[in-house]
């Protein structure tokens, strides 16, 4: 294995982090309906090379997803690497369908096309337009995933990165029982437990392999409990929406979710191995 980051790579991620500078997610509140999805920073990524990072390879893939999932930028860019202007689904649930005509919506009997008439976003736990879909559609060619599956990886270690961080520079500002909660023992080693999770996902988007499937489900769980951390350091402010760390948190689990169902179809298909 080969974790060293080329000059080339290294500036490609430069390159979308300056296409990423400014952005922030929009506002979410329980009970509400949210799709995130940004055409004017869509514009700017197809700018730098987005859409040609899985051709150049792992790295230029690696170092674009790490930088997306650290601003939480929206998830639609990657399922249009795979559905193109169809919104992306797996047995009947499906994310970013506003303004699209239909979904591909991944099953273990293959991939259909179901038309989105009359499918409305419901309220969810991201700003991710997640709906349920109705009707059978007509069978299609089952698209692949690895490149979607790569990015994702790379994504959820870029969102744990940036919530560690958040998270440290807390618990140096935080001062509990007459000095900064990072100066506490338990503090410190749930920290440190954090960090080896993130250290070990950013490693992970770099791992050349043939089956994307394993390493997907550890990255959506490390993910998720690097977040858990996050929100007990924070403690009770943790969880109100003035904190930024919930977005992380929401961000880690619903992806996890829905990259599951998506896996799941696609490995009883053969179509990851």
């Known amino acids: 294995m080969n974790f060293a980051v080329g000059p080339e790579e290294a500036a490609f991620g430069?390159?979308?982090?300056?296409?990423?500078?400014?952005?922030?997610?929009?506002?979410?509140t329980p009970g509400a309906v949210?799709?995130?999805?940004?055409p004017t920073l869509g514009a700017r990524l197809a700018a730098v090379g987005l859409g040609e990072a899985a051709e150049a390879g792992r790295g230029f893939v690696a170092a674009a997803?790490?930088?997306?999932?650290?601003?939480?930028?929206?998830?639609?860019?990657?399922?249009e690497l795979v559905a193109g202007e169809h919104a992306l689904a797996a047995s009947g649930f499906a994310r970013y369908t506003q303004g699209r005509s239909a979904a591909l919506d991944l099953r273990e009997e293959g991939a259909f096309v179901v038309p989105?008439?009359?499918?409305?976003?419901?309220?969810?736990?991201d700003g991710q337009g997640f709906a349920y879909l109705s009707?059978?559609?007509?069978?299609?060619?089952?698209p692949d995933l690895q490149a979607w599956m790569?990015?994702?990886?790379?994504?959820?270690?870029?969102?744990?990165?940036?919530?560690?961080?958040l998270t440290v520079d807390h618990a140096r500002s935080r001062i509990q029982f007459g000095r900064p909660l990072l100066g506490l023992a338990p503090v410190q080693?749930?920290?440190?437990?954090a960090a080896t999770l993130a250290r070990g996902l950013e490693l992970l988007a770099w791992e050349e392999r043939d089956d994307e499937w394993?390493?997907?489900?550890?990255?959506?769980?490390?993910?998720?409990?690097?977040?858990?951390?996050?929100?007990q350091v924070h403690g009770a402010i943790g969880f109100s929406l003035e904190a930024p760390v919930h977005s992380f948190f929401r961000r880690a689990h619903a992806t996890r979710l829905f990259t599951v169902a998506v896996a799941r179809a696609a490995r009883f298909l053969g179509a990851v191995r």
């Open 65 to 79: 997803g790490r930088e997306l999932g650290r601003s939480l930028a929206p998830l639609a860019l990657f399922d």
């Open 214 to 231: 394993p390493g997907l489900a550890y990255a959506g769980q490390a993910a998720c409990r690097v977040c858990e951390i996050a929100h």
């Open 135 to 142: 009707g059978e559609g007509e069978e299609a060619p089952f």
């Open 34 to 38: 949210v799709d995130d999805r940004d």
């Open 116 to 125: 989105l008439e009359g499918v409305l976003p419901q309220p969810a736990l």
């Open 150 to 165: 790569a990015f994702h990886v790379a994504y959820l270690g870029g969102l744990a990165d940036s919530a560690l961080s």
């Open 14 to 28: 430069e390159s979308v982090r300056s296409a990423l500078a400014g952005y922030r997610p929009p506002a979410w």
């Open 189 to 193: 080693q749930a920290l440190a437990d």
